[in-house]
């Protein structure tokens, strides 16, 4: 009925720039917060950006001044745009929605910390 639809991965060199997107896919009425995490290879997955409805962001300090976080409400779509890209950064990038309402046979429902199924960065020369 739902789903966060993430694109945008791939392979880059050290210093290039990618884009991540996540669309909310389905009767989709409300978003609250979303942002991207990430899981590096033997690693604990971490907060990389966030950003509420209102557009207030957040940032790891490993990415700050690098990454930049944005959303389109009326796309339902929260973009990950990743310049100076380093090897650190290499890791599978997941989209979150904190709360995401949506229609199902007419009737609201939300789902509560919802995941997209990642999207693969790698960056490498």
């Known amino acids: 009925q739902v789903r966060l639809v993430e694109s945008g991965g791939g392979l880059v060199q050290p210093g290039g720039s990618l884009t991540l997107s996540c669309a909310a896919a389905?009767?989709?009425?409300?978003?609250?917060?979303m942002g991207w995490y990430r899981r590096a290879p033997g690693k604990q997955r971490e907060l990389v950006a966030s950003?509420?409805?209102?557009?207030?962001?957040r940032y790891a300090d490993s990415v700050k001044g690098r990454f930049t976080i944005s959303r389109d409400n009326a796309k339902n779509t929260v973009y990950l745009q990743m310049n100076s890209l380093k090897p650190e950064d290499t890791a599978v990038y997941y989209c979150?929605?904190?709360?995401?309402?949506?229609?199902?046979?007419?009737?609201?429902?939300?789902?509560?910390?919802?995941w997209g199924q990642g999207t693969q960065v790698t960056v490498s020369s």
């Open positions: 979150n929605a904190d709360r995401l309402g949506y229609y199902r046979n007419n009737y609201p429902y939300y789902e509560y910390d919802y």
């Open positions: 389905g009767s989709i009425f409300s978003i609250n917060a």
């Open positions: 950003i509420t409805s209102g557009g207030s962001t």
